[in-house]
Each structure stands twice: as C-alpha cells, then as structure tokens.
C-alpha cells in the first residue's frame, strides 16, 4: 500500500507510519511525494507524542518506489490526486485529503496552536487508516474482533 502525497513529508508519512502499527500484520506499507522535500520535524514530533518514531522515515519520489508491486495507492491531498500518474488497472486508487498542517501553521498565533493543527491531522489519518481494514476486503472487511 502507497500512501502518496506532494511533499512527502507529513501526511503521507503520518499514513504510512499509522499503516505499519496498525495494520502491519496486513500490509506492507510505503509512502513517495510528487514533489518530495523533508519530513516535517513537527510531524516527527507529534507522532512521537502518540508512540509513533517516524524519526527515522525520509521522504522519497514516487521514482523510488514505483518498481514495487502495489495493491492500492491511496492519494491523501488533492495536488497529488491530480499528480498522480496512471497506474495499472489492478492496482486501486483511494482519495482521502486532509488538510495541511504547515500550511494551517502558516496562519496559527504560536506553537501551540501549530501543533493542535498537526495532532488534529495526525489524529484524522490515524482514524482513516484503522477504517482501511473495514473499507478495503482485504484487509479483513470487519472480520476483525
């Protein structure tokens, strides 16, 4: 499962960190930018805050990850819904945008409102990526205890 956004550097990392905890007995999960820069050290931070090292995560292309055989591709801003290239037919694309902390942080009065705008996103993908196991059947459609 990619989890694909523009910068790879918050979102998509959160989603592919959120994955592996949650759903890593299911799924081998990845995450690649359109456009990719750094991971956020906010992002980093908050997750942290929840349990979750992202510390070591980078951000990477979609190039870096595109031999890899994927089942579903999951855009999670819409820049890269709209980037995102054609993929085979078998493999399903999902949508789901959230918002962007940093640029939610770009109009916050102090750090900690920037940090409520990055747990509020942080707790958001966590939500998303537990109703994958429900959403996608193959990922055990509800069966789950």
Not at 70 to 78: A, H, I, Q, R, S
Request: proline share 6%; with cysteine.
């Amino acid at each position: 499962m990619l989890f694909l956004c523009t910068g790879n550097s918050c979102r998509s990392q959160m989603a592919e960190a959120w994955a592996r905890v949650l759903l890593g007995d299911l799924v081998e999960p990845y995450s690649a930018g359109v456009a990719p820069s750094t991971v956020d050290p906010k992002a980093v931070k908050v997750m942290a805050e929840a349990g979750v090292d992202i510390s070591g995560q980078r951000s990477k292309h979609l190039d870096e990850v595109s031999s890899l055989d994927f089942d579903y591709v999951v855009t999670l801003c819409d820049d890269a819904r709209q980037s995102c290239p054609i993929f085979p037919a078998r493999i399903r694309v999902l949508h789901k945008s959230f918002d962007d902390p940093p640029l939610l942080a770009l109009k916050a009065k102090d750090e900690e409102e920037i940090l409520r705008h990055y747990r509020r996103v942080r707790d958001e993908i966590r939500q998303f990526v537990e109703s994958l196991r429900d959403f996608v059947p193959e990922l055990g459609g509800g069966e789950q205890g």
